[in-house]
């Protein structure tokens, strides 16, 4: 049988209470003088001599009617009752961890080390393997990034790990500058006004901000999901857009770059690449590795097929006479692939010999300073050819096409999830969308 009981050893006027263990095995032989085994440690509740030895089992207290001696007894009182919470608390886990012992082990199991143990796992209790888990999840933000890609490294392209690691790389920088570690439970709207003044600051665009804001989201969400603490403002933060019209190639202006002479090899290559793109309306990614062994001959018909890249769809693309001039005309075989750089590069020069000069509203990445090799996009008035990048012949197929082909059509080539993203996409608005139904109605009357 044992007992657990706790009091005040120090001549100190505060310290910590000691727990004793007491305890007597029936059957087993007493020890040399004939008592209970006894051994002693510290535990971690401090109180006061005078508390401990007058008031803490003390039951009876006056009526006071002053006010102060009232409040005096309330404290005291609540004292006693935590401080008996935990003593109780401490017992139950003592004995409940000697009562597991056989009887037979007792003597060779139980001494001081064994209750100090007893005492250090009651304060410090082993993780559970989920718990042990959780405590390796990164809390503050930019490592969190890491812990993220890492969790999805399965479902993420490569793309956008390069985007996810822009934003994070860009977080560091602003961390440096604020001095402060960026906390996923500390991002509020204080934080959003922090990172918008420095990304102002640092001239990047409105867009730029509110896209790099959704994955601030992104990651936030994730962690919540995992079970870390994210701030109540967290899900409502938002960054308004900054409208900006689409650079698309009209079919007059693509007839322009078929037409334009005298290219160098380089240049009549990128130009094939460009009205392929035109025409198939697929990201770089897609249509730069389109090759013949790609194509099928089916109902009088030929068809591209290939998984998209950052999307995983499996496509069937239809080829547009305008791509089949340029297979005849390479003997069956796609343009020479380039790398997108050069690509970007090239289709500028191209369009700009096409004479695509006129002055458009558009943004393109500008050097911050010379030689500096860090870029911001900026709005204005641009000659076209100089917004002319890889993605302008999906976005001229999806615009050109829309209202001659039915948008189910459509979205099954781009490979858009959804119509109103699809609209979205070409920079359709509800009051367009009600112009151009009400030209329906006209033809209609």
Not at 229 to 243: F, G, W, Y
Request: proline share 4%; with cysteine; net charge positive.
């Amino acid at each position: 049988m044992a007992s657990v009981n706790f009091r005040y050893r120090s001549d100190k006027d505060k310290a910590n209470l000691e727990i004793g263990l007491t305890f007597r095995i029936k059957g087993q032989p007493k020890n040399e003088k004939n008592t209970p085994y006894f051994f002693y440690a510290n535990s971690k509740i401090v109180v006061e001599k005078l508390y401990w030895k007058e008031f803490h089992n003390k039951k009876d207290f006056p009526n006071y009617r002053d006010i102060d001696k009232l409040n005096e007894v309330k404290e005291i009182k609540k004292q006693q009752n935590s401080i008996n919470e935990e003593i109780e608390k401490i017992q139950t886990h003592i004995l409940t961890a000697f009562d597991s012992i056989p009887n037979e082990e007792v003597l060779k199991a139980v001494n001081k080390k064994w209750l100090e143990n007893q005492i250090d796992i009651y304060y410090n209790p082993p993780k559970t393997e989920e718990e042990e888990e959780q405590a390796k999840i990164p809390t503050d933000l930019i490592n969190y990034i890491d812990y993220y890609l890492d969790y999805r490294k399965h479902e993420i392209s490569e793309s956008l790990r390069k985007k996810n690691n822009v934003v994070k790389n860009k977080l560091i920088r602003f961390q440096r500058e604020r001095k402060k570690t960026i906390f996923i439970k500390d991002v509020n709207d204080k934080f959003k006004q922090e990172f918008v003044s420095y990304q102002k600051k640092h001239g990047y665009s409105q867009n730029t901000m509110q896209r790099e804001l959704v994955f601030i989201k992104t990651f936030c969400k994730h962690a919540s999901f995992v079970g870390l603490e994210t701030h109540p403002q967290m899900e409502s933060l938002r960054i308004d857009k900054e409208k900006v019209t689409p650079i698309y190639l009209t079919f007059e202006e693509i007839e322009k770059i078929e037409k334009t002479t005298d290219l160098p090899d380089y240049l009549d290559n990128a130009r094939d690449w460009l009205i392929i793109s035109c025409f198939t309306g697929q990201r770089i990614s897609d249509f730069m590795r389109f090759t013949k062994d790609m194509i099928r001959t089916e109902n009088n018909g030929m068809f591209l097929e290939f998984t998209q890249i950052k999307t995983k769809k499996a496509m069937t693309v239809p080829i547009h006479p305008k791509v089949i001039e340029i297979l005849e005309k390479r003997n069956g075989d796609f343009p020479r692939q380039i790398s997108d750089v050069n690509y970007n590069v090239y289709i500028k020069e191209v369009c700009e010999r096409a004479e695509l000069t006129q002055k458009v509203n558009g943004s393109k990445k500008v050097e911050t300073a010379p030689n500096s090799k860090e870029y911001r996009k900026v709005s204005g008035e641009f000659p076209k050819h100089e917004l002319v990048t890889s993605h302008i012949g999906r976005r001229s197929f999806a615009t050109n096409f829309y209202g001659k082909i039915p948008t189910t059509y459509l979205i099954n080539t781009t490979g858009h999830g959804n119509e109103q993203t699809f609209l979205i996409y070409i920079g359709k608005s509800n009051k367009d969308l009600a112009i151009e139904t009400n030209n329906y109605f006209k033809n209609l009357g």
